[in-house]
DNA sequence: AATAGGCCCAACCGCCAGTTG
DNA sequence: ACAACTGGCGGTTGGGCCTAT
């Protein structure tokens, strides 16, 4: 017996969604959590896969996700990790706190893939790309010279970046401002030798991946907007560092969960009993959504 | 102003691993 | 052990936006 598809396909809707199927997703799951992706779509009410549910709100919609270009800082891990892990994007965006595989994979492949090339790294195996001898004058082609400066100078920046791995995974990660990167560069730089040799054997698959109760998450309006600059999309939401801003929500203040209780975590606890008292004020308030909220229906452990 | 080409990213597809009965 | 099923992952693509001509 063959494998079933993941749902009915018959009368879904594909392509982009709509603000208000954003809207009755978003509904659904701050009323009643992420359960059963399958069921999703029939309580929420949308026509849609339970796949491409799980996907926008993963992706999209949910509202630990920052917004923007990733900074120089976050490239940077990203290509370490990327060095370490291999094209594993979920495993790199599990050490990039409030980003997405699917955002990371978009970004190597249309940044960062061409950043290393130009830079004469093969961005497959992170070595210097070998030299092209029919094409030894071209000016997009470094010279042996600069690869080797430049890849001596990249040797430096791992060693920084895999201590700075190490600090994600100590939860200290999630740096919003070039100061704070700065004096955590500079914080970095202080960490003795032998420190840093243990580093230069880092290796993200042995130690354990940054748990969500570590992810702190910003309440301020992210200063990625700042990196992320003046070529930020112009997509339906881009750039907007709440989406239930952006959807008609009224602002989510992420700091209305206590960040230093050990239960907190990420949106694990969000829907925990206690919190619901948070999703009252939050779902409770005035907006053109009209939302009503009912008791949480069941209450799926996560 | 028109348009062609490139860029970017949200979303889809197919496969795989894990879980359940 | 096996089939059925779900969730998750990585690769790919379609279409809107941007820019150069």
């Keep these: 017996m063959g494998r079933q598809p993941c749902c009915d396909k018959v009368g879904l809707k594909k392509g982009p969604w709509t603000s208000e199927e954003d809207k009755k997703l978003v509904n659904f799951i701050l009323t009643n959590g992420q359960c059963c992706w399958r069921a999703v779509p029939k309580l929420a009410g949308l026509l849609r896969c339970g796949k491409s549910c799980r996907l ?20 940077k891990m990203v290509i370490d990790l990327h060095a370490q892990l291999g094209n594993r994007w979920s495993k790199i965006a599990s050490h990039l706190p409030g980003r997405t595989d699917n955002e990371i994979k978009n970004h190597w492949n249309t940044h960062i893939k061409k950043k290393l090339r130009k830079m004469g790294i093969d961005p497959l195996t992170h070595k210097p790309l070998p030299i092209d001898p ?24 791992q060693e920084q970046i895999s201590l700075a791995c190490e600090m994600t995974e100590l939860g200290l990660s999630n740096t919003e401002t070039k100061e704070e990167e ?7 730089l202080d960490l003795s030798m032998e420190e840093v040799m243990i580093n230069n054997g880092f290796c993200t698959d042995e130690v354990p991946l940054i748990e969500a109760h570590e992810i702190l998450v910003p309440c301020a309006p992210s200063s990625s907007s700042s990196t992320s600059s003046s070529s930020s999309s112009s997509y339906s939401y881009g750039g907007s560092s709440n989406i239930f801003e952006e959807l008609g929500f009224p602002n989510f203040d992420f700091s209305i969960l206590d960040l230093d209780n050990t239960n907190v975590n990420n949106m694990g606890c969000f829907w925990d009993d206690d919190d619901f008292t948070n999703l009252d004020l939050l779902i409770n308030c005035d907006s053109d959504w009209n939302i009503t909220v009912e008791p949480p229906l069941i209450q799926y452990p996560r």
């Design 134 to 157: 029919t094409n030894h004058q071209s000016q997009e082609q470094p010279q042996p010279q600069q690869v080797l400066e430049h890849h001596q100078e990249q040797e430096q920046e």
């Design 182 to 188: 700065k004096s955590m560069e500079a914080s970095m």
């Design 56 to 75: 926008r709100w993963t992706n999209y919609l949910r509202p630990d996700l920052k917004r923007g270009l990733l900074s120089e800082y976050e490239e």
